[in-house]
């Protein structure tokens, strides 16, 4: 017995923010989506991300985009009756050496052209803002808009609201196949072999969305990399102010430290990146050890530069797989087989673009056309899941 549907309008496989924002956004334009998640909601990279929301260093093709997706989730907090802890915090960029300044100095002038409210301060500047940066920079790149959610309290807000709306979700439920008849989806059968049949099937499944595109020969490029977070016991807060991280133009992730930043819990959480490794058939089951010694490199950088949090009393620590592109871009949109659609390759920034990519693909369902005309022609340039095939133009 089991107490899923047979039908649907609309089935969403994953059920990480993306998946989750995209139920809500169906079910906000009037579909009755069901959400499968083979595990828990929110409980893989989703649960473990640092979430932070906003343009900063992500370049100037993205740049509208994200500012769109930014005001989206300060929309949905404001409206959500549930907390989600939205912090604008303002995020900060160090700089330790000539060629990241040079490429600092051109990130801030491309954001401030296109009308951010970032600058380029100097040591003494960055210290008024983060005292506890005692480190050698040379300089900072700063944006005072940039924010932060709550994962856990994000995704629990968004079943509530997306439910509320007239979404089902359902957990512990792997998709096993996606079904098809004559070049069309004709729903998705369960790892338990419950067959529901549904028009659109949305693949939302992060890392391992090619595997189930793979039964149809669709080649997506998305593979997986590990990400690893460190997490102390609650300090005093305004220990740390900002979300602060290596300037992407030199090193960025390459460099394996990406980001710290003190929740509003008061917990300090640190995120380091190692490149896409290879991963064997099953490894979502069992996420290992990002390499120690990377780890030790990452965590060198950061006392570097805070070297106050030497002592600093590390709670716990855990890895989750990212899904990754060759562009560190999302896959986003229509797929060849009718009515399949794909939304992964998160690339460690998922929770920014998950709103903006969630009106996409419903639009791409509903046939609405919500997304302002110049926002849906770039992320459909952007994001086309076949942009590295051989013979794609742009
Ligand atoms: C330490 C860390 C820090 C981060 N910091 C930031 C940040 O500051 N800002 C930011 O924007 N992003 C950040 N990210 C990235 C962000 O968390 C991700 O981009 C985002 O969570 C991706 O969401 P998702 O829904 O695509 O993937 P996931 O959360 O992986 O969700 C996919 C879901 O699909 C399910 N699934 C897979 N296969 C199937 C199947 N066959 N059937 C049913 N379900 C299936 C999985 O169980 C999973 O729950 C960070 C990530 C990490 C690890």
Redesign the pocket.
């Known amino acids: 017995m089991t107490d899923l549907p047979t039908s649907s309008d609309v089935v969403v496989?994953?059920?990480?923010?993306?998946?989750?924002f995209i139920a809500f956004s169906l079910a906000e334009a009037g579909m009755k989506p069901l959400l499968?998640?083979?595990?828990?909601?929110?409980?893989?990279?989703?649960?473990?991300?640092?979430?932070?929301?906003g343009t900063h260093m992500h370049g100037r093709e993205e740049f509208d985009i994200l500012a769109y997706a930014r005001g989206r989730w300060r929309a949905f907090s404001d409206a959500s009756q549930d907390r989600i802890e939205y912090n604008a915090c303002g995020k900060m960029g160090f700089i330790l050496n000539d060629a990241e300044l040079a490429a600092g100095k051109s990130l801030v002038a491309q954001e401030k052209s296109q009308g951010a409210r970032s600058e380029l301060l100097t040591p003494e500047q960055a210290r008024l803002h983060e005292p506890l940066l005692k480190g050698p920079i040379l300089a900072a790149t700063f944006d005072p808009d940039t924010a932060?959610v709550n994962?856990f309290l994000a995704v629990r807000a968004l079943m509530k609201a997306a439910r509320k709306a007239g979404a089902q979700l359902r957990e512990n439920?792997?998709?096993?196949r996606v079904l098809s008849d004559a070049g069309l989806v004709t729903g998705v059968q369960t790892a338990s072999g419950h067959c529901i049949s549904a028009p659109h099937v949305v693949l939302?499944?992060?890392?391992?969305?090619a595997?189930?595109a793979a039964n149809f020969d669709i080649n997506l490029s998305i593979v997986p990399r590990q990400?690893?977070?460190l997490a102390s016991i609650r300090q005093p807060l305004g220990t740390l102010h900002k979300?602060i991280s290596s300037c992407e133009a030199e090193g960025g992730v390459d460099s394996g430290y990406?980001?710290i930043q003190q929740c509003p819990s008061g917990q300090i959480?640190f995120?380091t990146?190692t490149a896409p490794i290879p991963t064997p058939e099953g490894a979502?089951d069992r996420v290992g050890e990002v390499p120690p010694g990377f780890v030790a490199d990452s965590v060198e950088t950061l006392l570097k530069l805070f070297p106050a949090l030497k002592s600093l009393p590390i709670l716990r620590s855990?890895v989750?797989?990212?899904?990754v592109t060759p562009d560190a871009r999302f896959l986003a949109g229509p797929l060849p087989t009718a009515g399949l659609f794909v939304?992964?390759g998160?690339?460690?920034?998922?929770?920014?673009?998950?709103p903006l990519l969630a009106q996409f693909i419903a639009d791409g369902i509903t046939g609405a056309g919500t997304l302002p005309d110049a926002m849906r022609r770039d992320t459909e340039r952007l994001y086309n899941p076949f942009r590295f095939s051989e013979g794609h133009t742009a």
């Open positions: 496989v994953g059920g990480g923010v993306i998946g989750m499968l998640e083979a595990r828990a909601f929110g409980g893989a990279v989703t649960g473990g991300s640092l979430a932070a929301i932060t994962p439920t792997p998709v096993a939302a499944c992060g890392p391992w969305t595997k189930l990400a690893q977070c979300v990406t980001q959480l995120n990146v979502e855990w989750r797989f990212e899904g939304c992964a998160d690339n460690g920034s998922g929770f920014c673009r998950a």
